[in-house]
């Protein structure tokens, strides 16, 4: 229960930090179930091309299944504001990445669930 609520408190101080910056926060409809199912081709269709099919990176882009994107570390709304935004190159050298055009909350709500799907397989809570 400590560890949801550390979660918590670390994704509403992204959130606050993203507004801050002036960026919107990109929210799934509320009630949304995301599922990993969904996630799996919409994954390949907008991220494989850099993350790997296998979520094991490529030469375009980091490993998702690996502890610097753990739930404690990369909260959801972090998959979120990535795919809005881009976001700038902080932890690996592959550059900077660049927003995803067409995908929505929802679909990266369905796409995080299938990367944690696969993170929690791995070990990685």
Partial sequence: MIERAAVVALGLMMAGT????????????????PNPTMGKPLFEKN???????QLDGS???????????EP???GDIA???AAKNGTRAHH????????????????????????????????IR
Avoid at 18 to 33: F, R, T
Avoid at 96 to 102: E, F, H, N, T
Wanted: charged share 10%; net charge positive; aromatic share 6%.
């Fill in 18 to 33: 993203a507004v801050a910056q002036g960026m919107q926060v990109p929210s799934p409809s509320p009630g949304l179930m």
């Fill in 47 to 53: 991220c494989a091309s850099c993350h790997g099919v």
């Fill in 59 to 69: 030469d375009k882009g980091p490993p998702l299944v690996h502890r610097i994107y």
């Fill in 72 to 74: 404690s570390h990369h």
């Fill in 79 to 81: 998959f979120q504001l």
């Fill in 92 to 123: 690996w050298q592959f550059g900077d990445m660049l927003p995803v055009p067409g995908v929505t909350p929802d679909d990266v709500a369905h796409i995080t669930a299938y990367v944690r799907m696969h993170q929690r397989r791995a070990g």
